[in-house]
């Protein structure tokens, strides 16, 4: 560990390591005789502050390699102190059932100060796989909001945030920068929209579907900024629809209703149950809570620009400045 970091000492690090699994000898490109896989299909940038829930952050990179193996460049925000940039690098590995040999995936951890922090781009362009995509999932809302998160997010071709701790506006400004952005906020309904869709695939509600006027999005105070999402997807289905936004100390996370002459539909999640209530009639479908892994193992699935996601936080911004 140094106070500097050479990216060409990190690559020669690097290339040592996978020296340790083994000499080249084996038939197929990247393997080894000692039989381990190199695999990658993108490189992973992951900025997060430090603190308790750091090495919690490493277990769930290394979850996310099976699917999505990447090279992975972790950086650990350390805060106010001296100019410092240290590093290390190491190898997630798995053996997928019913094979006999190892996949392994590249980390490299970086520590950085405040202080450091307008190095990183120059230490992380480098190591970032050539040919491939660059995600970067920012962690820390102080970051995205410092003058240095430019620059750390100028070469990646999706930056993935999460708003609801930060704000919305701060989401759309990463946008319209031009660069690829997802949010965790918006991933969290996936399974509510797929939901809601399948009502309508019932002809009789399609039908129906137009008569609808209100729509009201009730949430816990921490799903602020997705029920805005929810709302704004469905407002952009249904633009003629009265739209309330009601906080609820009592709501588990969200609670959709929407109504219109003699047809109601509700949405509102119990424990580990998604209760979808047509006319009175409820149906109920499983709705896990959502960890780090599930909610990034959706969004690294998606390297492209989403225009689904693009139109609704642009309607979620409205909604929002017309709610006060």
């Not at 100019?83 to 040999?101: D, K, L």
């Not at 701060?170 to 939901?195: F, H, K, M, N, S």
């Not at 704004?232 to 959709?256: E, F, G, H, M, Y």
């Amino acid at each position: 560990m140094t106070a500097t970091v050479n990216p060409e000492r990190v690559l020669q690090e690097l290339a040592a390591l996978w020296e340790s699994h083994g000499k080249p000898g084996g038939a197929e490109p990247g393997e080894t005789h000692a039989g381990v896989l190199r695999a990658c299909t993108m490189t992973l940038l992951v900025a997060a502050e430090d603190g308790p829930d750091w090495p919690a952050l490493g277990e769930t990179v290394a979850a996310l390699m099976p699917e999505h193996p990447a090279r992975a460049i972790l950086i650990r925000l350390t805060g106010a102190g001296d100019r410092a940039v240290a590093s290390r690098v190491f190898s997630q590995c798995w053996m997928p059932f019913g094979q006999h040999r190892q996949v392994c995936c590249e980390q490299v951890e970086i520590a950085a100060s405040d202080a450091a922090l307008a190095d990183l781009p120059s230490v992380v362009r480098p190591l970032a796989v050539a040919d491939l995509p660059l995600i970067l999932w920012c962690r820390s809302p102080r970051l995205a909001g410092m003058p240095e998160f430019a620059g750390l997010a100028a070469g990646a071709g999706k930056v993935i945030v999460d708003s609801q701790s930060l704000p919305l506006s701060e989401v759309a400004r990463l946008a319209a920068r031009g660069t690829p952005v997802g949010d965790l906020a918006w991933t969290r309904i996936t399974r509510w929209r797929e939901t809601l869709s399948q009502v309508f695939e019932n002809r009789y509600n399609l039908a129906r579907m137009a008569a609808l006027t209100d729509l009201s999005v009730a949430h816990s105070a921490p799903m602020a900024s997705t029920a805005l999402y929810m709302a704004a997807w469905i407002v952009n289905a249904l633009p003629n629809l009265k739209v309330a936004l009601v906080p609820d100390t009592q709501c588990d996370s969200l609670r959709v209703t929407l109504t219109g002459p003699a047809f109601r539909v509700e949405l509102e999640r119990h424990a580990d149950r998604l209760v979808v209530t047509v006319d009175g009639l409820p149906h109920c479908a499983n709705l896990p809570l959502l960890d780090d892994y599930s909610q990034m193992r959706e969004e690294l699935g998606i390297v492209r620009r989403d225009p689904v996601f693009a139109v609704a936080l642009a309607r979620a911004l409205q909604l929002a400045y017309a709610s006060g």
